[in-house]
């Protein structure tokens, strides 16, 4: 036992020092930094995709990066509560039951027969925990002025750079499509999103997003579009 740790000692001090002499201690040292390495590289992969989320993939993509065409937005690394509270909300009829919400309906059926015990929980920490992917974005506009509008009207709840702040429950913009976000822009002020006496977070966001539109908007998304 003594000889055993003695070796171990003497092939750090080895590695440590630049020593090559002791073959032997080389090899084991080396054989222990491998298993670390693999040992944390599987902690790296940990974020397993759970079953539920097959169903999402024809829209939402593997990497639930989300689908321009098919106007569906991306979804990796959004907030686990945010997740959960939108699948909630499709579910029971607090977003989506607007007859001109065509695209939000689409949410409606496959939120319904989701195990709110079971799949949501993992959906939500599995998107969460993917890392976010930017879309590419075709936006025009002043990031001077859309950095200034944007600081004086969204960032106090949605974070300087559009990342989101928990505390304030609002989502991270950053990343996101710009064409889904001027469209729920335009379904909080026509009153297609954010109406449900039950949607207090949603009804927030409507209210503030009365206070914008046009150019104004237009440099707004231009600036989150920018952002990380
Ligand atoms: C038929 C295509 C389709 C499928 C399948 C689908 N989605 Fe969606 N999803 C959409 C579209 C389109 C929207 C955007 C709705 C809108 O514009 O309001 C959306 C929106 C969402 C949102 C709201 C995102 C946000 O930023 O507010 C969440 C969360 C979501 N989907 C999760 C899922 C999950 C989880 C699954 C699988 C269980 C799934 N979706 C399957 C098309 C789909
Ligand atoms: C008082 C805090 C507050 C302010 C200020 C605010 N928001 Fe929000 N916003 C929220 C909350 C909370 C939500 C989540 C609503 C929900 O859960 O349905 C949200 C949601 C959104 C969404 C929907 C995101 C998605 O993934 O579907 C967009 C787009 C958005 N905000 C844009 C803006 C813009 C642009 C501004 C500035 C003009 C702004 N917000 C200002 C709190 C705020």
Redesign the pocket.
Known sequence: MNSYIFSINNSLINILTGKKNNRYNRHLSLTTIVFILSALSQVAVANKMPESYGQCIACHGDKAQGNAQLNS?SLAGKSAS?IT??LH?FANGL?GSHNKDTLGMQMVAISKQLNFNKDVPELSAYLAALPAISQVQNTTGDLKNGSRY?QG??G???GGQAQGNEI????K?SG?SVE??KR??LNFTQGIR?THPE?K??R??AM??K??SGQELED?LHY?ANQE
Do not use: E, S, V
């Not at 304030?168 to 989502?171: I, T």
């Open positions: 937005p945010y509270r939108q909300n977003r944007y009207k969204c106090a709840c949605h304030m429950n609002a989502p913009l996101q889904y976000l729920q822009m954010g949607d977070f949603g927030q966001m503030m997003a206070t914008t707004i989150i």
